[in-house]
């Protein structure tokens, strides 16, 4: 199947830092992507849905300045946690859609980015 | 955002029984439902895709869609320990431009 590649997979990072996290599909190109954030014992909560070359679509109640996308290319996008503090914790994970597949296709997740700041 | 109910369970069940998972969703116009599984500090693994009203088999596996009643439910034959996870329920919206996750119900298949 379709690999999407996360990285890092773990990062650890003090309080006021920003963290980027890198989110590539290896083996298709990907229109769409989506990065999602789980809190522990929690579901996973769509965070933003990023469309190559242009500007990401946030959900509501996430900060779009705090949590910046980039999806310059068909095979990568970007998350930066800007100015992070500890409540910014969490397992985040991103998707991908492949190019010119059914607008209701299987997404192919990443194997997600634990996030611990300090 | 479109709400994905899900009982958090947990869901215990005997190795080789039928473990029974089930959601609802409130987007009535969503046509797409998925069951993704996913082990402690791992990225979720898709399971199914269903889209039509009706069972869907696949190895020990059936979802079973019912979009009147805006349910989907996922049948777990002879269940092994290595089932032992949580169960998402997901649904894409109708726009097709999001994926909303239930909170997951955590089965546990003992030996």
């Known amino acids: 199947g379709a690999v999407v590649s996360q990285h890092p997979s773990w990062v650890i990072c003090k309080s006021g830092t920003s963290v980027k996290i890198e989110c590539r599909s290896l083996d298709f190109q990907a229109t769409t992507m989506f990065w999602y954030r789980q809190f522990p014992k929690q579901s996973l909560m769509l965070m933003a849905t990023?469309?190559?070359?242009?500007?990401?679509?946030?959900e509501q109640g996430v900060e779009k300045d705090k949590f910046l996308i980039n999806h310059a290319s068909l095979t990568l996008s970007t998350l930066t946690v800007t100015s992070a503090h500890p409540e910014d914790s969490s397992f985040y994970i991103c998707?991908?859609?492949?190019?010119?597949?059914?607008?209701?296709?299987?997404?192919?997740f990443g194997e997600g980015s634990r996030l611990t700041v300090l | 955002q479109k709400e994905v109910e899900q009982n958090s369970g947990p869901l215990s069940v005997p190795e080789g029984a039928i473990a029974s998972l089930n959601c609802t969703y409130s987007d009535r116009g969503s046509q797409s439902f998925f069951w993704y599984r996913q082990y402690s500090g791992k990225s979720p693994e898709l399971i199914m895709f269903i889209y039509s009203n009706g069972d869907k088999e696949d190895g020990r596996f059936t979802a079973q869609l019912n979009k009147a009643s805006q349910y989907v439910s996922l049948l777990i034959r002879d269940s092994q320990p290595s089932d032992s996870a949580t169960y998402l329920c997901?649904?894409?919206?109708?726009?097709?431009?999001?994926?909303?996750f239930g909170k997951g119900t955590t089965l546990s298949v003992s030996s």
């Open positions: 998707s991908a859609r492949p190019a010119g597949g059914p607008q209701d296709g299987e997404l192919f």
């Open positions: 997901a649904v894409l919206n109708q726009a097709g431009t999001a994926l909303i």
């Open positions: 990023s469309n190559e070359g242009s500007k990401a679509t946030y």
